[in-house]
């Protein structure tokens, strides 16, 4: 089997650049990387979104998600090529689940008051407010890093967390997830929770929510894994 490509989908208040310390080491592997930008409006539509982009990959792909990234990742995961799903501290829904349901099974994080709701022509965008970014979000990151992810960070569209998912692409595709224990923007219980109904195959790391940053190594290596297992 050719050797898979990797596409990086990013969560919400974040974009491409959250995996940009793990995407050299990648590619230092010689493997093709694509980092889309998610709309962030709706599940349902950034899930066909992300898939307009597997569509025009030829060849396999091993679909990383991180927090939100990981339910876009779900819905979209049993599209054909797709190999693998791997999982970076994120919901993963069951079909017809809606992320506030799974957050719902287990007690809050820290993000709830930390988020600042501003009406768009439409609906609400979600962003963490940029004082509390840090602590919610990179505790463990270098703090001038933070701080500038805090500035650019991308909005979710709040309809989002109410949208069940259409699709489960785990049921039929193999899957790998990261637990960050150090979490508090998505309870570690939530993701142990996801992972083991998707029956991943889960390491657990000390980490902040935004793990890319914070423990590219570790990520990098478990992508490394499920690539492995593809291209075997």
Not at 100 to 118: C, H, K, N, V, Y
Request: contains cysteine; glycine residues 8%.
């Amino acid at each position: 089997m050719p050797q898979p490509t990797v596409v990086l989908v990013h969560g919400a208040f974040a974009d491409a650049s959250s995996f940009a310390r793990v995407i050299p080491e990648l590619l230092a592997d010689g493997l093709r990387v694509v980092a889309p930008a998610v709309p962030n409006r709706s599940l349902v539509g950034d899930a066909e979104y992300v898939g307009s982009v597997l569509a025009a990959i030829d060849g396999p792909v091993v679909l990383v998600g991180h927090s939100y990234g990981c339910a876009v990742a779900t819905v979209v995961g049993a599209a054909p090529n797709v190999q693998a799903l791997v999982y970076l501290a994120g919901f993963v829904p069951a079909q017809g689940e809606d992320l506030g349901e799974l957050q719902g099974r287990f007690p809050d994080s820290d993000l709830g008051p930390a988020l600042i709701a501003t009406p768009f022509p439409g609906g609400v965008d979600l962003t963490v407010d940029v004082e509390r970014f840090p602590a919610v979000f990179a505790h463990d990151v270098d703090p001038a890093a933070a701080a500038v992810l805090a500035v650019t960070q991308r909005p979710l569209s709040a309809a989002a967390f109410g949208e069940k998912a259409p699709a489960a692409g785990w049921q039929t595709t193999p899957a790998w997830g990261l637990v960050a224990t150090a979490d508090h923007t998505i309870n570690p219980e939530v993701q142990r929770f996801g992972y083991q109904r998707a029956g991943a195959d889960t390491i657990e790391v000390d980490s902040s929510h935004l793990v890319m940053f914070s423990r590219p190594a570790e990520v990098a290596d478990l992508i490394r894994k499920a690539v492995a297992a593809v291209s075997a």
